[in-house]
């Protein structure tokens, strides 16, 4: 661990505690540019941490203060996400694959946190998730299979998605519109989105093949997730 610190932060609002993580890319060309960024006051944002492709972790602003990475958007019950959340930049431009050397550290870092804070793997999300339509880090590329296996995050159930790449027609049935979206809240997507932002940051984190309007198994996703993992059970203060 690499101590970098950053000016841009300020503190937890109403005495909160981090009970979110927010993975992010960073999408500039390398790790040192964006260490840069996050640590000067012009930008006006931040992270607690960047992991740069090597697997070099710099601690940029510590957990117990806001950070500024999250920006606009919500997660269940939660609005100011910056204040809820511990926020970890991904050195990569958000068309490549993550290495092997940084997805480690990632893994090491995600257990650490977790289990520190108590943060339960449905609370590990996208940047997209918790801004759809305005945000699509850390991409299609991000390997969260992985971070599930690991019990870092969650996915599907292996009957939920009765699709799969390989058949895709069975994917063209059609969906009630409305279910998606009730599924989708209950798992801690914003009803403010319009339906197509939430489903395109669905599908990049569980169904990164899928392509065409809504479909069953999209909807079969979401109800799984929802049932399995309703938003802010686990959530402190919620």
């Known amino acids: 661990m690499i101590s970098h610190p950053s000016p841009n932060f300020g503190d937890r609002r109403d005495g909160a505690r981090p ?5 992010h890319y960073t999408a500039m060309p390398t790790a040192d540019g964006a260490l840069a960024w996050l640590c000067d006051p012009a930008s006006e944002v931040s992270a ?15 957990e117990d203060r806001r950070a500024w990475h999250a920006g606009a958007g919500a997660w269940g019950a939660v609005r100011d996400v910056n204040s809820r959340s511990i926020g970890i930049e991904l050195d990569n431009i958000g ?15 995600l257990r650490d946190i977790v289990q520190r804070w108590s ?10 998730d918790m801004a759809p339509g305005r945000k ?4 299609a590329r ?24 390989s058949s895709q027609e069975k994917a063209l049935e059609e969906a009630d519109e409305q279910a998606f979206r009730d599924a989708a809240r209950a798992f801690g997507y ?8 939430i489903l395109r940051a ?7 093949w899928a392509e065409g309007p809504l479909a069953a198994a999209d909807l079969a996703v979401m109800q799984d997730l929802a049932t399995r993992f309703p938003v802010d059970r686990g959530a402190a203060g919620a």
């Open 19 to 23: 009970d979110l993580v927010v993975l």
């Open 48 to 62: 607690h941490y960047l992991i740069a492709k090597t697997g070099e972790t710099y601690r940029v602003v510590e």
């Open 95 to 109: 068309a490549e694959p993550f290495p092997e050397p940084q997805m480690a550290a990632l893994e090491a870092l």
């Open 119 to 128: 943060i339960p793997p449905e609370r590990v999300i996208a940047h997209s």
């Open 136 to 139: 699509i880090d850390p991409g």
């Open 142 to 165: 991000f390997d969260w299979a992985r971070l599930a296996r690991q019990g870092l995050s969650v996915r599907t159930g292996p009957s939920s998605d009765p699709s799969g790449p």
């Open 190 to 197: 914003t009803a403010e989105a319009p339906t197509e932002a």
């Open 202 to 208: 669905v599908r990049q984190r569980f169904r990164p």
